[in-house]
């Protein structure tokens, strides 16, 4: 006889939404008494809240002076990890990582926060991306559920972020537009304005919602299937729309920082990767998100300054097929000396800012990657993976196959229970990462 588990402890394993999607209802239930959170939760809960900050440039760095040569927690800092040094026990470097299946070159950069198999694959589709999977644990709690950033960027084809159904959500890459939205509150009649636009975009959703129900009934079970998907689509854009109106209510934080103005030299990619890296720092300071994915799109980045003066002899994407060029080799060199200076200064940020209970980096879990693992060649395997904060174990290099790569996913599971996200699996994961574990 199969044994049943107890009522209050398997809804405790759903949310409310996987509840109410799995009974295929359309009211929301009553708050029910076996939803009540114990002395533990309730505890655990008060606790500062985890964030993420996750980063990718899409052709990478060049494998050799980013990886150690020894692993452990003795290992001996890389030429790259030399930056970070003043940070060693605060981050973990990772080799012998990648997403199974997931090859095609440039076209990968769309599945690094996916692990979505065969991107160059006719027909296909990607899948849901680590932030936006968060963010549905997360739901409405902060004004934003997630920012999604981007840095030189392919808006109409490139993004980090991705829905539960595949769809692109484009990357804002205006720094200012993105300073405006967290920190400016406008006029009474600004703000009366938009309230008007969601009511009118509600009455556009309830006109397609009943003119689609009148032909409901003549569809089969495989279109009633999809359209129970679609109004269940309504229905979180319905509340989305809700949350957004009364968050449009509130107050936004003040800050003292200065609006930033937006560069428009492509050339200045790192200008413009530290304004977007100093914004996520702000919402994620003044809580008005606790997820923000950060694309540096190298791809699409011309000749580009390197240091002072000297700028690149030609664009960032011909730079990394470098055919073991010298001269290109230390261009690239530059140019990833300058990715870890600033992710170094954001460290430095994180460390000196103060949350709810302990400094920000130790809530914050910020990943920096690639879906490249060598450009040059095209190599989706052995991926450049650190993780800084959280409130992880670290000061270690984690030395994984690097001819029998494990699934980077493995570690996006880690990241999504330290997030409070009570999942088992995620992509391609089997399992978490070995030998990353939080700190006691």
């Known amino acids: 006889m199969t044994s049943r588990q107890p009522l209050p402890r398997l809804i405790d394993r759903l949310s409310r939404r996987r509840f109410l999607r799995g009974a295929g209802v359309s009211l929301a239930l009553p708050f029910l008494e076996c939803w009540q959170r114990s002395p533990a939760q309730a505890a655990e809960s008060a606790m500062a809240p985890q964030r993420m900050l996750l980063i990718s440039n899409n052709l990478g760095v060049l494998p050799k002076p980013f990886f150690p040569t020894t692993s452990g927690t003795n290992y001996e800092l890389s030429p790259y990890l030399e930056e970070l040094r003043p940070f060693r026990d605060q981050f973990t470097v990772i080799s012998g990582l990648s997403h199974p299946a997931c090859e095609g070159g440039h076209s990968t950069e769309n599945c690094f926060l996916t692990g979505a198999r065969?991107?160059?694959?006719?027909?296909?589709?990607?899948?849901?991306?680590?932030?936006?999977?968060?963010?549905?644990?997360?739901?409405?709690?902060?004004?934003?559920?997630?920012?999604?950033?981007?840095?030189?960027?392919?808006?109409?084809?490139r993004s980090l972020s991705w829905t539960r159904d595949g769809v692109l959500l484009p990357a804002e890459d205006s720094p200012s537009r993105v300073f405006r939205s967290l920190f400016v509150q406008g006029s009474q009649t600004e703000v009366a304005r938009r309230l008007q636009q969601l009511q009118r975009r509600g009455s556009i959703l309830d006109a397609v919602t009943e003119s689609t129900r009148q032909f409901q009934h003549q569809l089969g079970p495989q279109d009633q299937a999809r359209l129970d998907q679609y109004f269940t689509s309504i229905r979180e854009l319905e509340q989305q729309m809700h949350a957004a109106g009364e968050w449009e209510q509130r107050p936004r934080p003040e800050v003292s920082e200065e609006a930033p103005q937006d560069i428009v030299d492509r050339a200045l990619l790192f200008d413009k990767f530290e304004q977007m890296l100093m914004l996520a720092t702000l919402a994620l300071r003044t809580d008005s998100t606790r997820i923000v994915s950060l694309m540096v799109d190298a791809f699409a980045t011309p000749v580009f300054q390197l240091e002072g003066e000297e700028s690149s002899t030609t664009a960032y994407h011909p730079l990394s097929h470098h055919g073991m060029r010298p001269d290109h080799l230390a261009q690239l060199e530059k140019a990833d000396h300058r990715q870890m200076t600033l992710l170094r200064r954001l460290l430095e940020i994180l460390a000196g800012t103060s949350g709810e209970t302990e400094p920000l980096l130790d809530s914050t879990m910020v990943l920096y990657g690639s879906n490249m693992g060598?450009?040059?060649?095209?190599?989706?395997?052995?991926?450049?993976?650190?993780?800084?904060?959280?409130?992880?174990?670290?000061g270690q290099h984690l030395a994984f196959n690097r001819e029998n790569n494990a699934p980077l996913c493995n570690l996006y599971v880690s990241m999504l229970q330290r997030f409070g996200v009570e999942a088992e699996s995620f992509g391609s994961s089997a399992g978490t990462l070995a030998g990353l574990d939080p700190r006691s």
Do not use: C, Y
Not at 144 to 155: E, R, W, Y
């Open 118 to 157: 065969h991107p160059t694959s006719s027909g296909f589709r990607n899948t849901i991306s680590l932030d936006q999977f968060a963010a549905e644990h997360l739901g409405r709690q902060t004004r934003f559920t997630s920012l999604n950033l981007g840095v030189n960027i392919d808006k109409a084809n």
């Open 374 to 394: 060598d450009a040059n060649t095209h190599d989706n395997t052995n991926l450049p993976i650190l993780l800084a904060g959280g409130g992880f174990r670290h």
